[in-house]
Structure formats: C-alpha cells, structure tokens
C-alpha cells in the first residue's frame, strides 16, 4: 500500500520566510518551500521560494503540525492540496518561470493560494485548459451508420477495439465514446448482460463515455415507454448502468446534434489536457513557460535571498512589471499582498518612478486609484 502523504509545517529562524512547508510521502519529499506565513488570508496569496540551502546559514526548524494529505494533484503549473482536517484544508500552490526583461534567463515565482483567495481573484473564471487547437485525429469505427461528423481534426474509419469513436494521438487512443439512440438502448434492454459486457469493455479506457441521443425524462414519458418497457423497470436499468460502471460518464445529450457537438468539445478538451501535461511545448505556443514539476530537485538561492528584509529594487521593478502575479489593473494593496514585508513608501516610489520612466500609468486617484503597463 503506498504511504499517505503528510503535510509538515515548521516555523524557523529566518525573518523573511518564517514558515516552512513539507510534503513528504514516506521517505520521499514530494516538495518543501519557504513561505511568509503559515496559511494565506482572506483574498490573499502568499509568496514563497523552494527550499535551498544558503551557504553558511544553519537555519534552525521547529514542527508546528502535522497533517494527512487526502489529495495531491499537479495539472500544469498548479499543484492542489487536500488536507484531511476540517478547516483550512484546500490550498494551491502556483508555480511559475517568467523571462527576464533585460538578461537571457528565467527566474521562478511561486505563490502559495487557497480556495477562497482564488475564487475572490479576478481570474477565478477562467478555463484550466490552454486556448488553441491540439492535434489529433478522431477514428470511426468502421461499422457505423450515418456517422456524427468532426469539423476540426482528421478523421479515419476503422475498426475499433471498442465503442464507436475514439480519439487518437501519436497513434494511440486516449477517449473512447460509444453512441446510443434512444431505440438502440431500449432494444440493449432485452439482453442486459451482452450490454454490460460491451460496457465493461468501454470502460477499459481512462476517458469513456455513452451519449445517448435523448434525453432522461423520455425514459419517463408513458407514451414513449408504451408497448415497450416499463418505466420502474428502465429507471432501474439506468441507474445500475451508472452505479456498475462508474468510470464511464453517461450523457444523455437529448438529440443527435446535440450529441455529436458534445463529443466534439470533450475530444478536444481531452487532446489539450494531454498537451498540457507534456514535456514538450504546446504546439500552439512558441516557447511556453516550464511547468514546475513538483518534487524535482530544489532550486539553490544565494544566501543574501534569505538574508535580505526585502527584495532588491531590480527584482521589486520586475515583479510589477511582469504581469504573471499583477493582473490589470492593480492597486498598490494589490501588490503589498505578494511583499507584505516592504514598506508602503518603498513601494510607492518605485511606482512612481516607473510612471515616471512612462512604464506605468495610473487610473483614477485615492483608494480607487489602480495601475496599468504602458
């Protein structure tokens, strides 16, 4: 049985970064980072750093808590938390590698959210998955009558394996969709065990689904069901096709377009999750940012990123003007939130001299004033 990851919150003796956060699997550390605080407040998110081991500093760690992991997950640049404990136990942690402005390189940014703070955060309605087309080829089993059509990608009829459509990249399928009328699946009725067999089949595959040309409540309507089956009895069919084969989705699409539009999104949405997790570049990306993997060897930082009671001007000027933290436009709380250790003038000048320097423009004046990149 693999080991239950642990959360492990220490306190330790540097000023800047007094928290530090371990996930640990057993004897592997799945990641550690220095963090400002032991957990974001309301609306806010915390700046952190991966662990290293500055030269000549013997940081001293004290365990404040320790706590099961439920759930641990990387999709791309974030990785979520679940911890087992009834308060505080959704978190996320965003990993980011920006370029440099004004040197070849890349620098690392990592911030250190919870549920809350990403629901209050402007972008908290946008889509996880990368805009753009991914390549793949959808393949049609080779039996099919009057087949759905694929605008998009490629598309080939042979025999497959199972189910009726299939999505296929680099030459391996990755999302099978079997197609159901409403009278195909009343007449699977009559022989429910060739049906869960086929089903056990489709469920084979780690992204399967039925899209049933109808909809729910036409199982429920007498004068569809008459002469045919009872209506108890189609209800309890249903729902032991869902409980049974829980790894398939069941879509009841409600008509044949309908259909065939939502196997449409969902090959696509499924081509794009597999470009996200690769290595290499998307293909609709020049030279994409590296996602962070976590649990890879930790960046080593030089003693004085520690050491310092806040970042240089270089870095603080680099921050704002990056744009991957600050979404347009900001307010100078905005930021405070991402170096709470600053002092308010300190930030304020270096605002004013990039307005100054014609790189930033303000809006409106006061507590409703905001910023904007020239």
Known sequence: MENPALWILYT?????????VEIRR????????????????????IFCIREGEPDGEPWQFTEVERVPVVRLERFG??????????????CNFLFLQKRYKNRPGTYEQIFFRTQQGMNQHRSSSRVRLPPGHSPYRVIVDSAERYPWKFPG??????????GDYALEIDHQLHAVVERKTFENLLSDFSSLQGLHAKLDDLGRWDHAAVVIEAEYRD??????????????????????????????QFV?????KAGEQWTNAWFSARAKELWYRREEPHPDQDQPDRVAQAGEPP????????????????????????????????SIAELRTLVPDLPDQRLRTTMQNLKKEGRLERVGAGRAARWRRC
């Open 153 to 162: 990608p490629a598309t080939e009829r042979r025999k497959l394996p199972a």
């Open 26 to 45: 057993g004897t592997e550390q799945v990641i550690a980072l220095w963090t400002q605080d032991k957990w974001p407040g309301s609306g806010k998110q």
């Open 299 to 330: 960046a080593v930082y030089a003693a004085d990123n520690l050491r310092s009671s806040g970042d240089s001007t270089q870095d603080l000027r680099q921050l704002i003007l990056d744009g991957a933290a600050l979404e347009e436009p900001f």
């Open 219 to 248: 199982f429920l309507n007498p004068r569809k069901m008459e002469g045919r089956w009872p209506i108890t009895h189609a209800l309890r069919v249903l729902a032991e096709l869902h409980v049974v084969h829980r790894g398939i």
């Open 252 to 256: 009841y699409a409600g008509s044949r």
């Open 12 to 20: 330790t003796s540097n000023d800047r970064f007094p928290y530090r």
């Open 77 to 90: 640049k974030q990785l979520t938390v679940i911890l087992d404990r009834p308060t505080r136990k959704r």
